[in-house]
């Protein structure tokens, strides 16, 4: 997939765009808004800090992001189509029956509509089984979830494709069995939300007051785990029975308003803005928007340390990224010059106390700069799990310059010798103005997949290794490798 055409860059459209671009993917956006562009852009601003914060793989180069005039010209050229225009039906239906004829016979369409039902959307294309519903959360460049669903004419093929789509920028769609308003996620939210407004209308809690009963308790398990998976857990060891048994009677009182709907009147509303602009203490959109993806970002990354739910989905991607940006043998690189095959920003949440790179993240740099060099001699992922892989069994670190939050880096890589099982290499950590910020000398050791013993390279990616250190042999020896340390 090169290019998607987006139909609506507002709050969901622009976060689609950032999403793509920052995947690699070229835009074509249309939006009738002359303000479009800038809201966009600032969109993609956040989009970026964000996305850098959150992931460790290098980011893929930026895709084209172009403005175009009419929904055709977005969709004319494109591989797939997201529509997020305002939530209005007669709009949403002739917009995609407009970009439906422009488009190419295969391209699948998907809308973002929180509820209409796609059945409805489809009935103006003139080819209607190419669209599907692919409802999104926002921020659409965070949140893994997109909900799928197909109506009575979408064809199985449309669904299946909007869903790979979706995984290959790292999201995670749930492809819904049944078509229904408001799909799942909706049906979720706003039976929270209606109850919310109700306990505002009776005076019982205001919106902060709300919105801390949610995020001081169970508003940190939703992110684990949802609500079923921890009902069984407090259920104890007799297990989601006895959890239905003990508070299941409750649902019979009811505790909750959840069919009838506070009516919005002009005071309700006016309380509603009132409590929610003291609560968000003068901080404009983006300011909350920022605080929001922080927030988001560690999270998402502590779930991601323990292997588990949205943070796996962050981590599935990550390891996508590195195997696409890393050079491979079939990469064309000039090996008469130590080799640059890793290259990086450093996010802030790397430095120290002391407002520079914490010394453990220097090696993680230098350490993805080693995986990236064993991708370039031949070990993918069929090598490391068949074969094996080199492990690092000595090193010798040099800290040279000081590195900031935000600071490009890149690691050259000279290889000093190679046999069978070893491979010794010379790394320089350097800064955009080409000074080296550190060095590394590292031993590594092939170890076989199955014994987890040292063991020799297999001959393909041996050859590899041998061309490389033969044309680095011509290079002169850094002064200080094979250097020891003392007083
Ligand atoms: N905001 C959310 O949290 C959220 C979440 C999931 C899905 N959605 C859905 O995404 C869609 C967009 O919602 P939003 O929140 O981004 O709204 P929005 O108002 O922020 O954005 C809508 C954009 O569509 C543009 N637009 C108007 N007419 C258009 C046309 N004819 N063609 C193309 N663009 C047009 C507007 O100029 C605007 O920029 C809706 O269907 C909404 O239900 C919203």
Not at 97 to 107: I, K, N, Q, T
Not at 210 to 218: H, K, N, P, S, T
Request: contains cysteine; hydrophobic residues 45%.
């Amino acid at each position: 997939m090169r290019t998607v055409g987006l139909l609506g860059g507002g709050v969901i459209g622009g976060g689609w765009a950032a999403r793509f671009l920052l995947n690699g993917i070229d835009v074509r956006l249309f939006d009738p808004d002359p303000e479009a562009e800038r809201k966009v852009s600032e969109v993609l601003a956040n989009a970026r800090r964000a996305t850098r914060r959150l992931m460790l793989a290098p980011q893929p180069e930026e895709g084209r992001l172009t403005f175009v005039a009419a929904p055709e010209e977005a969709a004319e050229g494109a591989d797939f189509v997201q529509e997020s225009a305002p939530e209005r039906e007669e709009l949403k239906r002739s917009l995609l029956a407009a970009a439906d004829r422009a488009a190419a016979p295969g391209v699948v369409f998907a809308s973002s509509t929180s509820g209409i039902r796609p059945t409805l959307l489809q009935a103006d294309m003139a080819r209607p089984e190419r669209l599907c519903v692919g409802h999104p959360f926002n921020p659409v460049y965070l949140l893994p979830l997109v909900e799928v669903v197909g109506g009575d004419r979408t064809s199985a093929e449309t669904c299946e494709r909007a869903a790979a789509v979706y995984r290959e920028i790292g999201m995670r769609p749930l492809v819904l069995r049944t078509e229904i308003d408001g799909f799942v996620a909706d049906r979720l939210l706003e039976a929270m939300w209606r109850e919310a407004l109700w306990m505002v209308a009776d005076g019982i809690a205001t919106t902060e007051e709300i919105d801390d009963a949610m995020r001081f308790g169970a508003g940190l398990r939703f992110a684990c785990m949802g609500s079923f998976l921890i009902y069984r857990i407090a259920g104890g060891e007799a297990g989601m029975r006895h959890f239905m048994a003990q508070f299941g009677p409750a649902l019979q009182w009811p505790w909750s308003r959840l069919t009838d709907v506070p009516e919005l009147t002009e005071e309700l509303l006016d309380r509603l803005a009132a409590q929610s602009d003291e609560q968000a203490a003068g901080m404009s959109i983006r300011e909350l928007e920022r605080l929001r993806d922080d927030c988001l970002v560690a999270v998402l990354q502590g779930l991601r340390s323990r292997g588990y739910g949205a943070g796996e989905v962050v981590a599935e991607h990550e390891r996508a990224l590195l195997t696409r940006v890393h050079p491979t043998p079939a990469t064309a690189i000039d090996e008469s010059a130590p080799v640059v095959l890793h290259a990086t920003v450093i996010p802030a949440e790397w430095t120290d106390y002391n407002g520079h790179l914490h010394e453990s993240r220097y090696l993680q740099v230098l350490g993805d700069a080693s995986d990236a060099l064993f991708r370039y001699v031949g070990i993918d992922e069929a090598y490391l799990a068949d074969a094996g892989n080199y492990f690092t069994v000595e090193t010798h670190l040099r800290f040279r310059a000081e590195l900031a939050a935000g600071d490009p880096v890149s690691v050259a890589i000279h290889v000093l010798a190679a046999d069978e099982k070893r491979l010794h290499a010379w790394l320089e950590l350097r800064r955009a103005d080409g000074e080296v910020a550190a060095t590394a000398e590292h031993m590594y050791l092939h170890v076989d997949a199955a014994t987890r013993r040292s063991g020799p390279v297999r001959a393909d990616v041996l050859a590899n290794v041998r061309r490389l250190a033969g044309a680095h042999a011509e290079l002169p020896r850094p002064a200080a490798a094979g250097a020891t340390i003392g007083i």
